[in-house]
């Protein structure tokens, strides 16, 4: 089945470390996304990628990093730099033209404890 | 200024009822326009797309989109409790894909 895959589904760290969140796609999508979810504020972009070795910074980068090496699989690492990391992340890819819908995988809650 | 503005709701109807929901946006380049139903802690998936102004109808769901008004609309008929989540509209252009904050939707039966 094609989709887009993301793990964990749940994530606990500990305040100053760095943690990496999973995300894989076989829908041989060209971009790939990652938003950041918090309660009442819908979601937010982090990084986009529209080709392997290329991404972008969205609204709210900082604290954040990610890799685009390969085309399936679009790594996000969360770092003791971000002040406010709790929150559900989720990952989504698009065909970069014609079609345009974008598709999500099923999400990771990350809590700081 | 967001750049698109959705109410967050919660909007409560009783099953059966139509439900109209509704996202204003300000960027004119936005030519691509979806909404996304979501169910607590899973990620969105697509209900609908559309890249004309006028309607687009799908079983009980119809989208709606005027971009002279920069105005797009969600019509649910005879909503059911199933129907019951969070309804994200989302816009795109280029690889660029802004969401609006997401209206909690709850049918009671």
């Known amino acids: 089945d094609g989709g887009i895959t993301q793990s964990p589904k749940y994530l606990f760290r500990k305040e100053g470390q ?51 090496e390969k085309k399936e699989s679009f790594p996000l690492t969360v770092t003791s730099a971000q002040k406010n990391p709790t929150a559900f992340y989720l990952c989504a890819s698009s065909i970069a033209r014609g079609n345009t819908e974008a598709f999500f995988g099923q999400g990771t809650r990350l809590t700081v404890v | 200024q967001k750049e698109v503005e959705q109410d967050p709701g919660p909007l409560s109807v009783p099953e059966g009822a139509i439900v109209s929901l509704n996202c204003t946006y300000s960027n004119s380049a936005f030519q691509y326009f ?14 609908m797309y559309t890249y004309s102004s006028g309607n687009k109808e799908d079983g009980r769901f119809t989208a709606q989109v005027d971009k002279s008004s920069k ?39």
């Open chain 2, 34 to 47: 979806m909404w996304y139903r979501q169910y607590s802690r899973k990620g969105p998936e697509l209900l």
């Open chain 1, 18 to 68: 760095n943690v990496t969140l999973s995300c894989e796609q076989n829908l041989n999508h060209d971009a790939m996304y990652w938003y950041r979810q918090d309660p009442g504020q819908g979601l937010r972009l982090i990084y986009y990628s529209q080709i392997v070795n290329d991404f972008q910074k969205g609204d709210i980068a900082e604290g954040y990093s990610v890799s685009r």
């Open chain 2, 71 to 109: 105005y797009i609309s969600l019509f649910i008929r005879d909503s059911q409790p199933s129907d019951s989540a969070t309804y994200l509209c989302a816009m795109k252009y280029g690889n660029k894909l802004v969401f609006g904050a997401g209206t909690i939707l709850r049918v009671k039966s």
